[in-house]
């Protein structure tokens, strides 16, 4: 999720107008709203001393607004929020573990991703399992969706081959 588009869930979440957070960061009136809106959209980017005026309005962490940088400890974890906001997850401790909960009967979770996270899974399973290796659980992941044998995955054809058929299909139908 992009930052604008964090702005205007967080804004939402508490209940905030455009124009009230925009005012609120010190934007003129007159003006307030059209700033959020076009930070919102994604036509601006606001700059980092904004961003952390806003996250302070908005009272959150600015990392909750940026996109995240998987490769730290907090962009991670802040990742893993954004997820739950847009599919739903959740975290929940079993003992030592922690696993993050992808329920498939949640209205906010995509089919399609649920089926790939179950496709993903299973592959895992098998390597518990010991039923593939390692270089065969890595060679799916790193080839998902192509070599994926667990779902179907449909490839579309190009505008022009598809093209290319209906007009055959035509002068087939045509020819009869």
């Not at 124009?19 to 059209?34: E, R």
């Not at 847009?86 to 209205?107: T, Y």
């Not at 649920?114 to 399973?125: D, G, H, K, N, R």
């Amino acid at each position: 999720m992009a930052i604008g588009e964090r702005i205007r869930f967080i804004r939402n979440l508490r209940g905030m107008t455009q124009k009230w957070l925009g005012q609120a960061v010190g934007f003129p009136p007159k003006t307030a709203d059209v700033r959020m809106a076009q930070y919102e959209s994604g036509s601006r980017t606001p700059k980092e001393d904004l961003v952390k005026a806003i996250a302070n309005v908005l009272e959150v962490s600015p990392l909750a607004l940026q996109i995240p940088d998987i490769d730290s400890d907090l962009g991670f974890i802040h990742t893993l929020f954004a997820i739950e906001d847009i599919h739903g997850i959740r975290a929940e401790k079993q003992g030592d573990e922690v696993h993050l909960i992808f329920d498939g009967s949640k209205r906010t979770m995509n089919e399609s991703i649920f089926t790939m996270l179950s496709a993903w899974a299973e592959q895992s399973e098998k390597l518990r399992c010991g039923k593939i290796s390692k270089e065969q659980y890595d060679h799916w992941r790193y080839t998902f969706p192509e070599e994926d044998t667990t779902q179907r995955w449909a490839k579309v054809p190009s505008q022009g081959l598809s093209d290319l058929l209906v007009e055959a299909f035509k002068d087939q139908q045509k020819g009869k």
